[in-house]
């Protein structure tokens, strides 16, 4: 059970507190469903840094000392949910989470994992054909981010491309993923060659379009980002004022009107789109999974909690004139990252069913990969909070926690090597011993 924090206040008096954050400290537009069933990103628009804030201006007016373990572990959806986070009296108990299957990571796995929209559409059509989609994921839990000059963390830039994505997925699954949006053309132009290929689509292909969700309020967007560039799959329908959306990474399916979507298309926050033919998949061949596992895998980093070590030593030493108090916007999109290491779950899954390893051990991996993840929102709350009270002292702190959590994350590489030897040796006995090698 998450630690009870005694606050002195019961639930009214903490709803209350709430509403006050909100309204006067915050200046939150988007109050008029407030309440304590009120749903903290549905109703209320607040997205996962946003509550971490909510949650910092409560401490500190209210003089709390909230643990670690209650920011990590904590699952906030209302506001009661936060209210007794920092009243009194210990929240309801959660309904009991059903039992996994009786094998565990052998039997069935229903659930996936939503972190990357571009690899959920593609791997949409995998799943449908019932073609193991997992390894693919091997590029996600370092898969690239951008610093940008001003030492902020951004989870996309213009400079990014997909190339390696489609490169991996035509030699693993045998898909070519062909880019339609040509860059060196005008918005319009591309809208134009959209509405082209929509109108004489295949039935069996997919056409891919990234827009800016911040410009669809009405779909799911935890993160609250303004731009918000994600991936969707879309089609006509019989009535030519609504879109067939299909939204893989955030398992949503329906129609949205035509205009809303050309106008979150032609933001320019945007640009890109593919087409694909998931018809055309094959499962991948044994040697070009070790290829593909060993050109992702990196050992001897983890690129993530490096660049979170560099923003914050720049900014506590101020150097180009950085401060502290930029410190929380600087890592702000630091939540989008992050469950991008939910992924290390799909690759230990993979090996673990194809050497049948005992589950037992697959779910102690499990737990260790939430211990990353978790860790990493704590800190995130650690650093919005070094950012609140620009105390010097507090970032010796964060940085012991980025050590703690780089040796979390090397001792998952280390025990995701192993599997991967061991499932090397099992099924490619001919190509000699697997070149990747782990630091001790």
């Given amino acids: 059970m998450d630690p009870v924090v005694t606050s002195g206040l019961d639930r009214d008096a903490a709803v209350a507190a709430i509403g006050t954050v909100l309204r006067e400290e915050m200046n939150h537009p988007h109050l008029d469903l407030f309440g304590p069933q009120a749903r903290l990103n549905e109703d209320l628009y607040l997205d996962s840094v946003q509550v971490l804030q909510l949650i910092l201006s409560l401490e500190l007016n209210l003089g709390l000392s909230i643990p670690e373990e209650a920011i990590a572990r904590q699952d906030l959806s209302t506001v009661a949910d936060l209210a007794a986070l920092v009243a009194r009296e210990p929240a309801a108990e959660a309904p009991a989470a059903p039992e996994a299957p009786s094998d565990g990571v052998h039997g069935e796995l229903p659930y996936d994992l939503k972190i990357h929209c571009f690899v959920s559409c593609v791997c949409d059509g995998l799943k449908a054909r019932r073609i193991d989609h997992r390894p693919f994921y091997f590029l996600i839990w370092d898969a690239e981010f951008a610093i940008t000059d001003d030492s902020r963390l951004a989870y996309h830039s213009d400079a990014m491309d997909h190339e390696a994505f489609r490169h991996w997925f035509e030699r693993l699954y045998g898909v070519p993923i062909v880019p339609w949006y040509d860059h060196s ?111 992702c895998f990196v050992p001897d980093a983890n690129p993530l909690i490096d660049a979170v070590r560099a ?90 926690k980025l050590d703690e959590l780089d040796a979390v994350e090397f001792s998952l590489k280390r025990q995701l090597a192993a599997a991967y030897r061991a499932w090397h040796a099992a099924h490619l006995p001919d190509h000699g011993p697997a070149e990747k090698v782990l630091l001790s």
């Avoid at 053309?185 to 069996?204: C, F, G, Q, W, Y």
């Avoid at 890592?331 to 050497?355: C, D, M, N, Q, S």
């Avoid at 697959?362 to 650093?383: K, M, P, R």
């Fill in 311 to 400: 923003i914050v030593a720049a900014h506590a030493e101020g150097r180009g004139g950085l401060t502290l108090a930029a410190l929380g916007g600087a890592l702000r999109e630091l939540p989008v990252i992050t469950i991008r290491k939910w992924a290390y779950e799909h690759g230990f899954a993979f090996f673990w069913r194809a050497l049948r390893w005992p589950d037992a051990g697959f779910q102690q991996v499990c737990d260790e990969i939430e211990t990353l993840v978790n860790g990493l929102t704590a800190l995130h709350y650690a650093v919005l909070k070094l950012a609140r009270t620009e105390d010097p002292a507090q970032a010796a702190a964060v940085m012991a």
């Fill in 185 to 295: 053309r005008s918005k319009d132009e591309n809208v134009a060659t959209l509405l082209d290929l929509l109108a004489r689509r295949d039935p069996d292909e997919s056409v891919m379009v990234m827009l800016d969700m911040f410009h669809l309020p009405e779909r799911e967007n935890k993160f609250n980002q303004n731009p918000f560039p994600h991936y969707l799959l879309v089609s006509l329908t019989e009535d030519p004022d609504l879109w067939q959306v299909r939204d893989p990474d955030f398992r949503w399916e329906g129609r949205i009107e035509r205009d809303r979507m050309l106008n979150a298309i032609r933001q320019p926050s945007v640009a890109g789109g593919y087409r694909f033919d998931p018809a055309r998949a094959r499962p991948p061949a044994d040697a070009d999974l070790a290829a593909f596992f060993e050109a």
